[in-house]
C-alpha cells in the first residue's frame, strides 16, 4: 500500500483563457518564460515527496502530454511515476462529466495502487506549497477529507467555493461560487474559499464519486455536488493555506504564501507582472523549493547587444525576466516576461509584455500590456497596445482592462 496516490485534474478546457487555449490544454500554457502551468503543483508534489503522480488529460491535450512524457520521468524502480491518463470512457459513451467523473472514471487508477490517501489537486493554478504538511494536518485531524482554504477579498470570492468552519477548522457549511459569499466572522472584508486542492482518505472518496455517479441529477463537481454531500456526514476539515511555510535558507527566512487561479487572460497577465516586481510575490530562485522548468534544449544564453547612446540604440531590459535564446538587439525591454527564442530588433520598445516562444519583433515596434502567443513575426513599425479599437479589428482579444492578445502564429500581412 502507497501513502498517498496524486490525481492531478487538467483535463478542463480553459475557455476564460482563450485564445492561449484554443490549440493546448490551459495547464499546458507557457508561464514564466521556462515553465508550464503543470509545472508548479508537478514541482510542490515531488518537493513534498509524493511521487506517485495521475495527470488526468482530455481537451486539447497533445502538448500536455507531450510536455509530461518528455521531461516528467522519475524513477520506476522506486515506483515513482508522473503518468498522463488520457480520457478513455471506462464507465459509458462520455467524457468526463465533471470534477469528480474524472476520477470516477479512473477509479481503477485507485484499486492498482490501493493508497491510503488520495490527493485531488487542480493543474492550473500558480503557488508554491509544501503539501506534506497538509497531508500531516489530515492525519493529525483523522480527517475523512481535507480542504486547502484560503481568505480571499469578499468581491473576489463568487468566483470560488465558500466554506464556513468551526473552531476546530471542521467544515460547516459550502456554498460553490455564492451571488452573496458569507464572510469569514470577525473579518467582514474576507471570505474563506476553497483552493480546488483535496485530500481524501481512500474508500470515502471511492464511496463519494460512486454515490455521485448514481445521481441523475447532479452535474457530477466536488464544489456543486460532493462536498456539499460529505461534510454534514464525514469528518471534513479545512487545512489553512497561509500556514503552509517553506524556508529560503539563503535568506534564512520563509517564503509568505502565494496562489493565484490564473483562468483569465487578466489573472494570467497580472500573475506574469508580479514575476517581474522588485521583490517577487512568488520566489522562482529558492534552490531549496525549485520549480522545475524545462528550457529549450540548444539555446544560448541570453544576449543584449548594441550600446549606441547617441543615436538611442540600446539593448537593454529593465525589471523583465529574459529567457535562453533571446536576443535584445537594440531594443529595450520593460516589466515584461520574454520566453526562449525572442529576438527584439533595433528601437523597439515593450512594456509590460508577455512573449511566447520564438517570437520575433521588427524595428521600431512599439508594444504596451500585450501578450503574443508563439511563433508571431511582427512587423517593424507596429503598434499595439495603444489603439485598443484598431487592436480588436484586427481579431485580437482586448480584455476590459486592456490587455492585448496577439493568437499563437498570428500572419500580420494578411491585416495589411
Not at 503518468?83 to 469528480?100: C, E, F, I, K
Not at 474559499?193 to 452535474?219: H, I, W
Not at 520566489?283 to 525549485?290: A, E, G, I, M, V
Not at 507596429?382 to 481579431?395: H, I, M, N, S
Given at each position: 500500500?502507497?501513502?498517498a496516490?496524486?490525481?492531478?485534474?487538467?483535463?478542463?478546457q480553459?475557455?476564460?483563457?482563450?485564445?492561449?487555449?484554443?490549440?493546448?490544454?490551459?495547464?499546458?500554457?507557457?508561464f514564466?518564460?521556462?515553465?508550464?502551468?503543470?509545472?508548479?503543483?508537478?514541482?510542490n508534489?515531488?518537493?513534498?515527496?509524493?511521487?506517485q503522480?495521475?495527470?488526468?488529460?482530455?481537451?486539447m491535450?497533445?502538448?500536455?502530454?507531450q510536455?509530461?512524457s518528455r521531461?516528467?520521468?522519475?524513477?520506476?524502480?522506486f515506483?515513482?511515476?508522473?503518468?498522463?491518463?488520457p480520457?478513455?470512457m471506462r464507465?459509458?459513451?462520455?467524457?468526463?462529466?465533471g470534477?469528480?467523473d474524472?476520477?470516477?472514471?479512473?477509479?481503477?487508477?485507485i484499486r492498482d495502487e490501493?493508497?491510503k490517501?488520495?490527493?485531488?489537486f487542480?493543474?492550473?493554478?500558480?503557488y508554491?506549497?509544501?503539501i506534506?504538511?497538509?497531508?500531516?494536518?489530515?492525519?493529525?485531524?483523522?480527517?475523512d477529507?481535507?480542504i486547502?482554504a484560503?481568505p480571499?477579498?469578499?468581491?473576489?470570492?463568487?468566483?470560488?467555493?465558500v466554506?464556513e468552519?468551526?473552531?476546530?477548522?471542521r467544515?460547516?457549511?459550502?456554498?460553490?461560487?455564492p451571488?452573496?459569499?458569507?464572510?469569514?466572522?470577525?473579518?467582514p472584508?474576507?471570505?474563506?474559499?476553497?483552493?480546488?486542492?483535496y485530500?481524501?482518505?481512500?474508500?470515502?472518496?471511492?464511496n463519494?464519486?460512486?454515490?455521485?455517479?448514481?445521481?441523475?441529477?447532479?452535474e457530477h463537481?466536488?464544489?456543486?455536488?460532493v462536498?456539499?454531500?460529505l461534510?454534514?456526514?464525514k469528518?471534513?476539515?479545512?487545512?489553512?493555506?497561509?500556514?503552509?511555510?517553506?524556508y529560503?535558507?539563503?535568506?534564512?527566512?520563509y517564503?509568505k504564501?502565494?496562489?493565484?487561479?490564473?483562468?483569465?487572460?487578466?489573472?494570467?497577465f497580472?500573475?506574469?507582472?508580479?514575476?517581474?516586481?522588485?521583490?517577487?510575490?512568488?520566489n522562482?530562485?529558492?534552490?531549496h523549493?525549485?520549480i522545475?522548468?524545462f528550457p529549450?534544449?540548444?539555446?544560448p544564453?541570453?544576449?543584449?547587444?548594441?550600446a549606441d547612446?547617441?543615436?538611442k540604440?540600446?539593448?537593454?531590459?529593465?525589471d523583465?525576466?529574459?529567457?535562453?535564446?533571446?536576443?535584445?538587439?537594440?531594443g529595450?525591454v520593460?516589466?515584461?516576461?520574454?520566453?526562449p527564442g525572442?529576438r527584439?530588433?533595433s528601437?523597439?520598445k515593450?512594456?509590460?509584455c508577455v512573449i511566447?516562444?520564438?517570437v520575433?519583433?521588427?524595428?521600431?515596434?512599439?508594444?504596451?500590456n500585450v501578450?503574443?502567443?508563439?511563433?508571431v513575426?511582427?512587423?517593424?513599425?507596429?503598434?499595439?497596445?495603444f489603439?485598443?479599437?484598431?487592436?480588436?479589428e484586427?481579431?485580437?482579444?482586448?480584455?476590459?482592462d486592456?490587455?492585448?492578445?496577439?493568437?499563437?502564429?498570428?500572419n500580420?500581412?494578411?491585416?495589411?
Amino acid at each position: 500500500m502507497s501513502k498517498a496516490l496524486v490525481m492531478i485534474l487538467a483535463g478542463g478546457q480553459g475557455k476564460r483563457l482563450a485564445p492561449l487555449t484554443s490549440d493546448r490544454a490551459k495547464p499546458a500554457v507557457p508561464f514564466g518564460g521556462s515553465y508550464r502551468i503543470i509545472d508548479f503543483v508537478l514541482s510542490n508534489f515531488v518537493n513534498s515527496g509524493f511521487m506517485q503522480i495521475k495527470v488526468l488529460t482530455q481537451f486539447m491535450s497533445d502538448s500536455l502530454i507531450q510536455h509530461i512524457s518528455r521531461n516528467w520521468s522519475l524513477s520506476p524502480r522506486f515506483n515513482q511515476y508522473v503518468d498522463s491518463v488520457p480520457a478513455q470512457m471506462r464507465t459509458g459513451d462520455n467524457w468526463y462529466l465533471g470534477s469528480a467523473d474524472a476520477i470516477y472514471q479512473n477509479l481503477n487508477l485507485i484499486r492498482d495502487e490501493s493508497p491510503k490517501n488520495v490527493f485531488v489537486f487542480s493543474g492550473d493554478h500558480i503557488y508554491k506549497m509544501d503539501i506534506s504538511q497538509m497531508y500531516t494536518y489530515h492525519n493529525i485531524k483523522n480527517a475523512d477529507m481535507t480542504i486547502a482554504a484560503l481568505p480571499v477579498p469578499i468581491k473576489e470570492a463568487s468566483a470560488f467555493g465558500v466554506i464556513e468552519i468551526d473552531e476546530d477548522y471542521r467544515m460547516v457549511g459550502f456554498e460553490e461560487k455564492p451571488k452573496n459569499p458569507k464572510p469569514i466572522p470577525g473579518n467582514p472584508g474576507y471570505a474563506l474559499v476553497s483552493m480546488g486542492n483535496y485530500l481524501f482518505s481512500r474508500d470515502v472518496l471511492v464511496n463519494a464519486v460512486t454515490n455521485d455517479a448514481k445521481d441523475p441529477t447532479s452535474e457530477h463537481d466536488f464544489g456543486k455536488n460532493v462536498i456539499p454531500a460529505l461534510y454534514p456526514y464525514k469528518r471534513v476539515y479545512v487545512y489553512d493555506f497561509l500556514k503552509n511555510t517553506i524556508y529560503m535558507p539563503d535568506e534564512n527566512e520563509y517564503e509568505k504564501p502565494y496562489w493565484r487561479d490564473v483562468g483569465t487572460i487578466k489573472s494570467y497577465f497580472e500573475a506574469h507582472m508580479d514575476l517581474v516586481s522588485v521583490s517577487p510575490a512568488i520566489n522562482l530562485y529558492n534552490r531549496h523549493w525549485p520549480i522545475f522548468g524545462f528550457p529549450e534544449v540548444n539555446m544560448p544564453p541570453a544576449k543584449f547587444v548594441f550600446a549606441d547612446k547617441e543615436h538611442k540604440r540600446l539593448g537593454i531590459a529593465t525589471d523583465s525576466l529574459v529567457s535562453e535564446g533571446c536576443i535584445i538587439s537594440g531594443g529595450s525591454v520593460n516589466r515584461s516576461v520574454l520566453s526562449p527564442g525572442v529576438r527584439v530588433n533595433s528601437y523597439s520598445k515593450l512594456d509590460q509584455c508577455v512573449i511566447l516562444n520564438n517570437v520575433k519583433i521588427g524595428r521600431y515596434c512599439e508594444l504596451k500590456n500585450v501578450i503574443v502567443d508563439k511563433n508571431v513575426v511582427i512587423p517593424p513599425d507596429t503598434k499595439v497596445g495603444f489603439d485598443l479599437k484598431k487592436d480588436a479589428e484586427r481579431g485580437f482579444t482586448v480584455t476590459e482592462d486592456g490587455i492585448v492578445v496577439i493568437p499563437k502564429g498570428y500572419n500580420f500581412q494578411e491585416d495589411r
